[in-house]
């Protein structure tokens, strides 16, 4: 936990707890360890296609001192999803929304706001000629 913060002050028992419990429910240790396995041997290029075809909008939030995924990848992210935002917080590691948490649940909801915002209205306004006036 020590190495996914910078603000060591946030990494508490409790927290430790949490994160040792959450590792021990079922399915996610599996599951990580597919997400690992998925990684080992992979093809960079076939990678950064697949993100360029992620349509739909997509926030990145990344801290700048994440030690575990650097973040010249979120800058690669941005770069390669077509409708991507990216917010970096500063001195902030590998989980922002546990470091920052009303910095980044503000940029969330900010980003959620527009892209759940009905779209602009495309109806056409037509103008009607003035009466003429005799």
Do not use: C
């Not at 970096?88 to 948490?101: K, L, S």
Request: charged share 25%.
């Amino acid at each position: 936990m020590r190495k996914v913060f910078v603000d060591q002050s946030k990494v508490t028992d409790d927290m430790v707890s949490r994160y040792f419990d959450l590792s021990l429910h079922e399915g996610n240790r599996d599951a990580t360890r597919i997400r690992f396995a998925s990684y080992a041997g992979r093809d960079e290029a076939a990678f950064a296609e697949r993100l360029g075809a992620i349509e739909m909008p997509t926030l990145i939030i990344w801290g700048d001192k994440d030690l575990l995924i650097p973040v010249a990848a979120a800058n690669t992210f941005k770069e390669r999803i077509p409708h991507a935002e990216l917010v970096i917080y500063e001195n902030v590691g590998h989980v922002p929304m546990e470091e920052v948490p009303v910095e980044s649940a503000a940029a969330v909801a900010a980003f959620l706001a527009v892209a759940l915002a009905p779209p602009a209205s495309s109806a056409v306004v037509v103008e009607e000629e003035p009466e003429e006036v005799e």
